[in-house]
């Protein structure tokens, strides 16, 4: 199956300070990359929907200026969490679909952020 | 609105077998997926349903009526390893998935 990596696995960092999230798409183009927050025993949530070459697409009540979203090429996309908070500490995973498939998403491991 | 509805927790017994129900109402349909999630690691893939009718992988079924709205996972002979949160999720007409709150399936010896 398809592989999606992200790096780093957990951060931790402090509150104030800026963190990037990388996920690759290893074995495939990813034309579309989703990234979701997870807080401890609830489900995934939606934050944002990045399409290879244009701007993000952010869900409601998610800040754009606060989660910064990069897709600049077909195997790679960044949310930086800017001026990090401790509210912001949860769990981010990452998915990517190739333009050959309408629907499956290919998860990341998922980073585990935690802001002091 | 869109909805996913699925029970919060479930609990079965190791070599039992146990139904996770899933009711949907989206804005169209293109297809449903049951994902696992073990505690703090990313979902992993397990069924795809798109017409109705069985899907069977192994241990692991996944029904569909698009009628009805409505989709179950089956798990045959569990193991302690299947306790997790199975995550039930609609492509609606925008290929977008859209998830259920996620079902946690504890497993007692």
Redesign the interface.
């Known amino acids: 199956?398809a592989v999606v990596s992200q790096h780093p696995s957990w951060v931790i960092c402090k509150s104030g300070t800026s963190v990037k999230i990388e996920c690759r798409s290893l074995d495939f183009q990813a034309t579309t990359m989703?990234w979701y927050r997870q807080f401890p025993k609830?489900?995934?949530m939606?934050m944002a929907?990045s399409n290879e070459g244009s701007k993000a697409t952010y869900e409601q009540g998610v800040e754009k200026d606060k989660f910064l979203i990069n897709h600049a090429s077909l195997t790679l996309s960044t949310l930086t969490v800017t001026s990090a908070h401790p509210e912001d500490s949860s769990?981010y995973?990452c998915s990517a679909r190739s333009g050959s498939s309408?629907?499956?998403?290919?998860?990341?491991?998922?980073t585990?952020l935690t802001v002091l | 609105g869109q909805n996913i509805d699925q029970p919060t927790e479930m609990t079965a017994t190791e070599g039992a077998i146990v139904q996770i129900n899933c009711t949907y109402q989206t804005s169209g349909f293109n297809g449903l997926f049951w994902y696992q999630q073990h505690a703090g690691e990313a979902p992993t893939f397990l069924s795809y349903n798109v017409l109705d009718g069985l899907e069977e992988k192994g241990r692991f079924s996944s029904f569909l009526s698009r009628s009805k709205g409505y989709s179950y996972l089956l798990l045959k002979e569990l193991q302690m390893k299947d306790s997790a949160s199975y995550l039930c999720a609609v492509s609606d007409s925008n290929y977008q998935l859209i998830w259920g709150a996620g079902t946690k399936l504890i497993i007692k010896p």
């Open positions: 199956g989703f609830q489900s995934l939606l929907t769990f995973i309408h629907n499956e998403q290919f998860f990341g491991p998922g585990r």
